[in-house]
């Protein structure tokens, strides 16, 4: 684009209140939601903000993410943008990798959750639920945020990785895993390399992590046997000159698989239990439907999957008010011109996931929880799982998991508040929606 022709265009407007140090950041760390929101209130479809340093470009409303998401890698990059991410996945994988091979490993993990694999994962997962509810007996009471982490890394761990590594899992991998998790906060996206301890310990978890993956896989190809599993789709891939996977990017792209399934699901499924025990009405619906489906003692299984469309519904509704990123990012790799406006090269442009799933215009009485309501038919108005060619690789296994967990769920308990609803709140201090940590329920085994 010519200085001319720039000369000619707008800039975005900018949203007051940055900071002399760190610019918006502070106000972002404290409130994503609140000021995403006060941002697009100020600039509408486009507002600049200052992300620590990082001039970036808020675009809202289903025109500017349609653009967001259809624009090629090669004008607004996704790899350059999430740069965060390569000290956790590991040198050379995905946003570290050259676009050949990053295409390869991503391919690779979608034949990892391909369809002949996601056959077997619904009964795992059902018997990952009735084991961890062996012991709750007839009532009681659960914290349902520290519960789901477990019981979803339990199901993604015995899905993608093998049963023997699940059986074998020891505490060690849910610390390492943790570790991984805290080292993506919205300061890393400033520098993911600077000297906090945070970031240290991220490092420590990924170089074990990398040595416990690494003994598995030996163990595996020194038996010689077929798993039909993930981890061996992993194994046996190859790049176009015959070459596998190395350790390191073995290991990283399971690192985000795991990412991709295990961290969407943990947060929904709190979040869906909590809205089942604010909305009594609701439940008895959801528990019809499924005592319905599996009235004759069929088993929970792929096929039984299929048509819960009040369970998927109610699912959908929770993604909508607490999906599973609140951001996403692409830096801007060349100038683009949109609605008479300059996005100029070097910036960064970002879609709100929060903000666009509470536009009134396609979510009438947005902040109500309300299953019933329709999915709009304006593409790239309901994002949960992002757009375009890079839509999480992770949704499809992140709803069975969560389809096959409710399923076994809600045909042994109820569950209710224990305290007055309005002291349930969001966590809105982190890059994903969640309940507030402690979030506890009451359960009781049903009678009816």
Known sequence: MSEAAKAELKRPPIVS???????????????????????????????????????????????????????????????????????????????????????????????????????????????????????????????????????????????????????????????????????????????????????????????????????????????????????????????????????????????????AGHHTSSGAGAGTLLEIAKHPEYAAELKAELDEIYKDGEEISHASMRAIPKLESFINEVLRLHPPLVILMRRVMEDVEYNGYLIEKGKTVAVSIYESHINPEYFPDPHKFDPHRQEPERMFAYIPFGGGRHKCAGNAFAILQLKAIFSALLRRYDFELVGPAEDYEDERANMTIRPKDPCILRYKRRTD
């Open 17 to 259: 209140g940055a900071s002399k140090e760190g610019g918006h950041m502070p106000e972002f760390e404290k409130d994503y939601c609140a000021f995403i929101s006060r941002a697009h209130a100020e600039g509408g479809e486009l507002a600049e903000f200052d992300f620590g340093g990082q001039e970036t470009i808020l675009m809202s409303g289903p025109d500017a993410q349609e653009v967001f998401f259809r624009t090629p890698d090669e004008v607004f990059s996704q790899a350059q943008a999430y740069q965060v991410m390569v000290p956790v996945f590991g040198p050379g994988v995905i946003f570290d990798a050259t676009p050949e091979r990053c295409k390869t490993q991503l391919k690779i993990q979608v034949d990892a959750l391909r369809y002949q694999n996601m056959k077997n994962y619904a009964s795992v997962i059902a018997q990952e639920v009735e084991d961890w509810i062996s012991d709750w007996g007839d009532e009681g009471e659960v914290e349902i945020l520290h519960a789901f982490h477990e019981l979803t890394m339990h199901t993604a761990t015995h899905c993608l990785l093998g049963k023997e590594f699940r059986h074998s899992m020891t505490e060690e991998f849910f610390s390492l895993y943790k570790d991984l998790q805290a080292g993506v906060q919205a300061i890393s996206f400033v520098d993911p390399y600077m000297q906090q301890p945070v970031f240290a310990a991220r490092d420590r978890a990924r170089e074990r992590l990398e040595e416990i993956i690494s003994e598995l896989v030996a163990t595996r190809r020194a038996s010689g046997k077929e798993y039909g599993d993930a981890l061996e789709t992993f194994m046996t891939g190859t790049y176009k000159d015959g070459s596998h996977l190395t350790d390191t990017e073995l290991t990283g792209l399971i690192i985000a698989t795991m990412f």
